[in-house]
């Protein structure tokens, strides 16, 4: 039996020990700039001949290195090996499948400093916000690993006298998962962990933007001991790779987070019945929002502008969750304008990898 859940900690950066710690890593990270990492097919490294580059946004001439570049010949051929995976994979015990994802996360556990460095140089999260999404993306290793274990129980069902009624959750089979750039890890990791604790199997393709942080996740997926195909890695262009497996006739669900405009699109065209389909798709898609906090005249102003400033500024406010309105009680409006023009003016900017808090 696994213990009850419990959120990974978060680093305290105030501590020394701590941002010496830090630095180190970025200097290993550092060690490995200009790598390439192929696709992942069944298992196999596969280089396709093409790179997509990645680059440091705080310095757009530095190249932090590059993954092969899929074609719709490479989506076949992961679509093939999840599929190929997938009976065995549904068939394994789900207290296999939990113990492989408790793996995945104290790999990831290990890892911690290295794959927010990653982070803070391929997606220029500072160093707080970077080590956030590496111990957010633990949680769902360690969260899905306990709902694997309640998956696998029988669903309540209404007793009929003269009947004998049972009901089990199955998984569906072989899918897609589209993570953003902007959260590479987290949102990367639990949208593929759901899935694969329930018996499924993945083909991932990350954001054209962050796929370093994916290529260093395969390398865990590696270690973890995850069979050959249930975790597929295809990086490539959206408008080419990503359509395709979206209309793929062997894709039955597609995982997606990103903006409003291409999750209606993805969510259209996964509609569309194509030849050999057996099934309607199952699509997950999660979009960008505008979010509003509001202050009225009891709120501690104190406490309010600072909640502010983190919301609309932390990460560039380059997340969904991030303010982007503010409604204010005319009663403190002044107030508020006040401190909060202040509080603006005051933020300081520069390279993630310094740690600016913003």
């Known amino acids: 039996m696994l213990p009850a859940f419990a959120n990974e900690p978060l ?60 074609t719709p010949k490479h989506v076949d051929l992961a679509l093939d090996a999840a599929w190929e995976a997938f009976p065995a994979w549904a068939r394994r015990r789900a207290e296999d499948r939990a ?95 759901g899935p694969v604790a329930a018996g499924n199997t993945v083909v991932i393709k990350p954001s054209s933007y962050t796929p370093l942080v994916a290529g260093v996740f395969m ?21 080419e790779v990503g359509d395709y497996l979206v209309d793929h006739r062997r894709t039955r669900f597609i995982n997606f987070t990103g903006s409003r405009q291409v999750g209606v699109r993805l969510t259209a065209r996964a509609a569309q019945i194509h030849p050999g389909q057996q099934w309607l798709k199952r699509v997950c898609v999660e979009l960008g929002g505008k979010d509003a906090l509001v202050i009225d005249e009891t709120a501690d102003l104190e406490a309010a502008i600072p909640a502010v400033i983190s919301s609309a500024f932390g990460f560039q406010g380059q997340k969904c969750s991030a303010a982007s309105r503010l409604i204010v009680l005319q009663k403190v409006y002044a107030a508020v304008l006040e401190r909060l023009v202040a509080a603006v003016e005051a933020l300081q900017v520069g390279p993630a990898e310094e740690n600016y808090p913003v």
Request: proline share 7%; glycine share 10%; with cysteine.
């Open 99 to 193: 113990a492989l994802l408790v793996k995945l996360a104290a790999e990831m556990r290990r890892r911690k400093l290295e794959l927010a460095a990653w982070e803070t140089l391929e997606a220029s999260k500072n160093w707080t916000e970077a080590e956030a999404d590496v111990a957010e993306a633990i949680d769902f290793c360690e969260y899905y690993a306990r709902q694997s274990l309640e998956f696998a129980q029988p669903v309540p069902v209404h007793d009929y006298p003269g009947e004998i009624n049972q009901s089990w959750l199955q998984p569906l089979g072989a899918g897609v998962v589209i993570p953003p750039w902007n959260f590479p890890l987290a949102i990367l990791t639990g949208m593929a962990a």
């Open 219 to 239: 390398e865990m997926v590696a270690a973890a001991g995850f069979p050959a195909g249930v975790i597929n890695f295809l990086p490539g262009l959206g408008g």
């Open 11 to 70: 680093t305290d950066f105030t501590v020394p020990k701590h941002q010496a710690a830090f630095r180190q890593a970025l200097a290993r990270v550092r060690g490995r700039l200009g790598g390439h990492w192929p696709l992942v097919i069944g298992g196999e490294e596969v280089d396709t001949g093409s790179k997509i580059v990645s680059r440091n946004p705080c310095q757009p001439a530095e190249v932090i290195g590059s993954t092969a570049a899929a």
